[in-house]
């Protein structure tokens, strides 16, 4: 099992509709949960961070975060098309040096149609 | 403001070969973490320093080394390259240690390295 699974997608989704992008996680130990966009060529850029229960809200942007179910979300509305990315999740742990390093998800292709 | 910087930014080496990739982190961060990124993957962690002390490895082999120099800004040094090297390397400042809530990596735009 992997530590930070994602769909690889791609997801599709039309222009101004609301994309779910959605994350799952291994550790129940782990601290703070991330979410990176990253475009063709390019680095990971930080959109959201999350450390508890419940949502968090910044502009377009939602994160969700349920530890008991271990499973961590962002949720995009009025999606344009310049969204259209990599979106990577990332955890970290808590315990040893090594756990408490950003773990990614293999992140999940995001097409927005115009 | 200078956000990370890395270099180079491409190149190209053939097996067997050593590489050294340097990057500098945002004025200010005193913790650079580097990663690997192979294509269709996430990143994945290799070093973090802080104070120019290691604070975590990832599970790299012994071929791969970093250091921090006492600018805070650092060198990851690969040996005996080998096909399967061949990554887009990031490097990532933040502002905290490990113990800080402060989780947020700010990456670089990377090195691409591709051995032959």
């Known amino acids: 099992q992997k530590e930070v699974e994602q769909n690889s997608g791609p997801l599709s989704v039309p222009e101004g509709a609301i994309a779910s992008l959605n994350c799952t996680y291994s550790?129940?130990?782990?601290?703070?949960f991330f979410w990176y966009r990253q475009y063709s060529g390019k680095s990971p850029e930080l959109i959201m961070f999350i450390y508890s229960n419940g949502d968090k809200e910044d502009g377009r942007f939602t994160a969700q975060l349920n530890k008991a179910s271990q499973y961590v979300s962002l949720l995009i509305r009025d999606s344009q098309p310049s969204d259209s990315a990599t979106y990577l999740c990332a955890v970290r742990g808590r315990g040893d040096t090594g756990r408490r390093a950003l773990t990614f998800g293999s992140g999940t292709r995001l097409q927005v149609q115009p | 403001d200078a956000g990370v910087t890395q270099s180079p930014t491409h190149l190209i080496k053939t097996r067997g070969q050593h590489v050294t990739l340097r990057c500098s982190p945002i004025?200010?961060?005193?913790?650079v973490s580097w990663y690997q990124q192979v294509l269709g993957q996430g990143p994945q962690f290799i070093f973090q320093?802080?104070?120019?002390?290691?604070?975590g490895r990832g599970n790299f082999p012994d071929r791969f080394s970093a250091r921090q120099f006492p600018n805070y800004s650092s060198e990851l040094n690969v040996n005996a390259l080998l096909l399967g090297d061949s990554a887009l390397y990031l490097c990532?400042?933040?502002?905290?240690?490990?113990?800080?809530?402060?989780?947020?990596?700010?990456f670089g735009e990377g090195s691409r390295l591709t051995v032959l």
């Open positions: 004025s200010g961060h005193k913790s």
């Open positions: 550790d129940r130990g782990s601290q703070s």
């Open positions: 990532a400042s933040s502002l905290g240690d490990w113990g800080a809530n402060t989780g947020e990596l700010f």
């Open positions: 320093y802080y104070e120019k002390e290691e604070r």
